[in-house]
């Protein structure tokens, strides 16, 4: 029996499926509240209509419907990136904080360490680590999925972006 891979400093590293629990807890810790300012942002633009007085109308006024086709696209963009910017944010800072956690991965007792002094990485590194991880998934779906899958075949259990920010993954237990 093989003995599992282990940083700099001798400690094991996180098996892949401790860090997929933890990266779908931060999914959902974003989502929520992400969804309520959408939400929010929806409500508020769906009651304001845009009219204008308009003496030749029928009612006084005239009211257009591209504030309403403005409000949609302006929502539409809210939801593709709103959750993906609070994500990184999120993730970033936490990650780049000393116990290199997040809400996910206190739960899961891993963490994020640098790879070659095993310490934790600054919120830059974090921020970095995060944002391929997300440019990945947004821009080439194909390749965020691999990112994620790649710990399984990775000797030292590391995703593509933590080979970019030079981080591994470790239990903190």
């Known amino acids: 029996m093989s003995a599992s891979p282990v940083d700099v400093l001798g400690r094991p590293l996180a098996e892949w499926w401790k860090r997929l629990v933890a990266i779908v807890i931060d999914g959902v810790i974003v989502t ?5 300012i959408i939400i929010i942002i929806a409500v ?13 109308a029928p009612s006084g006024q005239l009211c257009s419907s591209t504030s309403a086709g403005l409000g949609t696209l302006v929502l539409f963009f809210l939801w593709m990136f709103l959750p993906g910017v609070i994500f ?6 936490m990650e780049g904080r000393e116990s290199g956690q997040t809400l996910g991965k206190m739960m899961m007792h891993i963490c994020v360490r640098d790879a070659d002094t095993g310490g934790p990485i600054p919120v830059g590194r974090g921020l970095l680590r995060r944002v391929i991880y997300v440019v990945l998934w947004i821009v080439f779906y194909i390749p965020g999925i691999l990112n ?26």
């Open 32 to 36: 929520i509240p992400s969804l309520i």
């Open 44 to 56: 508020i633009t769906a009651s304001s209509p845009s009219c204008v007085n308009d003496p030749y």
């Open 88 to 93: 990184v944010l999120y993730t970033g800072i």
């Open 148 to 173: 994620c899958l790649s710990p399984l075949w990775d000797p030292k259990r590391q995703a593509w972006h933590d080979h970019a920010a030079n981080t591994v993954v470790i239990d903190a237990t």
